[in-house]
């Protein structure tokens, strides 16, 4: 290949890998899953509820 293909080359590279990042960038989530999972309660009171009997019968949904 001649220098100018080879530049075309790595400058198409360049675009799509920079097109990608951009890509990613977007659709990834956010870092913080969002404000309506905090849980006001101090984790001894939460601890507190959650006996054995009571995880046992979480149905999860």
Known sequence: MNRRALT???VVI???AAASAVA???TRAPADPGDGTRNPQAPADVSDHWTGERM???TGG
């Open 14 to 16: 360049a675009a799509l």
């Open 8 to 10: 075309v080359t790595a």
């Open 56 to 58: 046992r019968e979480a």
């Open 24 to 26: 990613v960038a977007l």
